[in-house]
Nanobody, 115 residues
Framework: QVQLVESGGGLVQAGGSLRLSCAPS????????MAWYRQVPGKQRDVVATIDSAGITNYVDSVKGRFTISRDNAKNTVYLQMNTLKPEDTAVYYC?????????WGQGTQVTVSS
């Protein structure tokens, strides 16, 4: 079973930056949408940003102007550049990828923003 593997999380001070990366653990063909979600304890997992195979992006309002999602189709890799981080961005960040009707998920990477 192919999984997605995230990297790049960590602890950063408010105003700082982090870059998350995510790639499949094996071969995965025909990826359409790639996305980043985040989840805090006790709350549902919410979408942060999405990017389709044409490079069209969408963001949740709270990260617009601060986060940038991008992808390398040759490597099946998706990135999330996070700038001007705020304490409320603290969460476990998950990447996901849709292949036809199936969604693949990563295990998550912790992002903690201190005030």
């Amino acid at each position: 079973q192919v999984q997605l593997v995230e990297s790049g999380g960590g602890l950063v001070q408010a105003g700082g930056s982090l870059r998350l990366s995510c790639a499949p653990s094996g071969s995965l063909f025909g990826i359409n949408i790639m996305a980043w979600y985040r989840q805090v304890p006790g709350k549902q997992r919410d979408v942060v940003a999405t990017i389709d195979s044409a490079g069209i992006t969408n963001y949740v309002d709270s990260v617009k102007g601060r986060f940038t999602i991008s992808r390398d189709n040759a490597k099946n890799t998706v990135y999330l550049q996070m700038n001007t981080l705020k304490p409320e961005d603290t969460a476990v960040y998950y990447c996901s990828a849709r292949v036809v009707g199936t969604w693949y998920w990563g295990q998550g990477t912790q992002v903690t923003v201190s005030s």
